[in-house]
């Protein structure tokens, strides 16, 4: 029996050992490629896929792409001249650390917690909502939360904020999707390779591999799951 096509169901990753034309090449948009996740993910997508590589940083190739994910407009413009896509993956997203004695009554733009949900829940929210419009039948969405969902830390409390609603969300969100879309949240834990500083906000996490982080991404993006979160 063959696996099915994305034309007849299948989605464009799914690969199988008797998939007569070999592994597909996909074009992947990947916000937040320079980070420590970011080029764990890219490393393991580069040799076999076209990656696009998105983050604040000024593009320094053809490859990469000046992005900023609270910067709606512009992101909806930034897809639309990008142009079909396979699939968008996420590992990008800021949130502030701090005290939850220092966080006051306050709006949302006020707030210590306005940054997490400006830049990393709202910005990855409209990313995945943005990539409908260039995302070709079967594609899937990836994006990032953390530990903190579901594993407290001193002074996480807008992290866990913030990554608890994205995979609510994303939970959510992805049982409404048409022409067969996925949408996952990895959900790492401490990444090898984080600097020193953040790392001692975590004591008593063990540092999960670079390597194995990554293929969370690549389950995402090849094994037709959807509305997942993969805790890393
Ligand atoms: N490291 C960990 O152990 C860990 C564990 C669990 C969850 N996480 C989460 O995973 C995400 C990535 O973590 P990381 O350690 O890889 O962070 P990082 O090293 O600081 O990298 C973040 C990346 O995201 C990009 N970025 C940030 N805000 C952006 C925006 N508004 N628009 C577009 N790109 C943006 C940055 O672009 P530039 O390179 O251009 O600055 C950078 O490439 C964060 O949300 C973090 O909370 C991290």
Known sequence: MTAPTAAQGGHPGAQRPDDAAGPKRLRILLVGAGGVIGRWVHGALRDRHEVISAGLEPAQEPQQLQLDLTDTAALVQALHALGPLD????????????PLALAQP?????????LGLHDKLMGQVNLALAARAVLRPGGSIT??????????????????????????????????????????????????????????????????????????????????????????
């Open 106 to 114: 306050a709006g949302i733009d006020a707030s210590v917690y306005g």
């Open 143 to 232: 994006l990032t939360s953390g530990t903190t969902s579901t594993e407290p830390v001193i002074g996480g409390a807008g992290l866990s904020l913030v990554n608890g609603a994205l995979e609510s969300w994303a939970r959510a969100a992805a049982t409404e999707l048409p022409q067969g879309w996925r949408l996952n949240v990895v959900s790492p834990s401490l990444v090898e390779g984080t600097p020193e500083a953040a790392c001692a906000a975590f004591p008593g996490f063990e540092l999960v591999s670079g390597h194995r982080v990554a293929l969370a991404y690549v389950r995402c993006l090849m094994s037709g799951i959807t509305g997942q979160v993969l805790r890393i």
């Open 87 to 98: 699939a968008v993956i996420s590992t990008a997203g800021r949130a502030r650390f701090g």
